[in-house]
């Protein structure tokens, strides 16, 4: 009967222990956030600029933050999420990035069937993650489509590289990413720029 009890005990505590790492973690939430320091008024005649379709690998298409091992290994986290996957909150914070850098373009969902744009922007992401260094790397082939001509202009793969401080901080990690896409931001306003608004001026 001695016996017996001890291992009641031992039983008991056991489940103890389990209920108290369980209840212990707290699961929190992140979020991308806009790198353009000021929002531009959009001019009367701005050119309008549909967002999309970006595509996501299916690995990113969870709440989950995914943290890379290797090439070929990622290990997903539980407890820290996105607010939203990023295949919705990306798009919406790039178009917030690019309109914040131009008053002469207006950027609007690819799916608003009652705007007619002058170009569109298409993207197809194949890695947007952080190992456990903090090396975030967003990878992306993208390319804006003239909507007159149904020309491509410049398509390409682009990789962004930032460091997250410290590494294996989720907050952290959360400003890198946004950061990648501010890069990226900044990439397309520059074509945008160069071979569409300068050509068209120049004609």
Same mark, same amino acid.
């Given at each position: 009967? =001695?016996?017996?009890?001890?291992?009641? =005990?031992?039983? @008991?505590?056991?489940?103890? /222990?389990?209920? @108290?790492?369980?209840?212990?973690?707290?699961?929190?939430?992140?979020?991308?956030?806009?790198?353009?320091?000021?929002?531009?008024?959009?001019?009367?005649?701005?050119?309008? /600029?549909?967002?999309?379709? =970006?595509?996501?690998?299916?690995?990113?298409?969870?709440?989950?933050?995914?943290?890379?091992? %290797?090439?070929?290994?990622? %290990?997903?986290?539980?407890?820290?999420?996105?607010?939203?996957?990023?295949?919705?909150?990306?798009p919406r914070v790039l178009a917030g990035n690019i309109d914040g850098l131009m008053s002469d373009l207006v950027v609007v969902p690819f799916t608003n069937r009652a705007v007619v744009a002058d170009a569109r922007l298409y993207a197809s992401v194949s890695q947007f993650d952080s190992d456990a260094s903090g090396r975030t790397v967003l990878i992306v082939q993208w390319g804006i489509t003239q909507t007159e001509s149904g020309v491509i202009i410049a398509p390409r793969t682009d990789r962004y590289v930032t460091q997250a401080t410290p590494a294996n901080d989720p907050a952290a990690t959360a400003v890198a990413m946004s950061d990648l896409l501010g890069q990226f931001s900044r990439e397309i306003v520059a074509l945008i720029q160069a071979r569409i608004l300068n050509a068209e001026r120049n004609q």
């Open positions: 009967m =001695i016996r017996s009890g001890y291992l009641s =005990i031992a039983v @008991c505590a056991t489940m103890l /222990l389990a209920a @108290c790492t369980t209840t212990s973690s707290t699961t929190r939430f992140y979020q991308l956030a806009p790198t353009a320091t000021s929002v531009a008024s959009d001019d009367p005649d701005a050119m309008v /600029l549909a967002l999309g379709p =970006i595509t996501f690998p299916d690995y990113l298409k969870r709440p989950q933050m995914v943290k890379r091992s %290797s090439q070929t290994t990622v %290990s997903v986290d539980e407890f820290n999420r996105w607010s939203e996957p990023l295949d919705k909150s990306m």
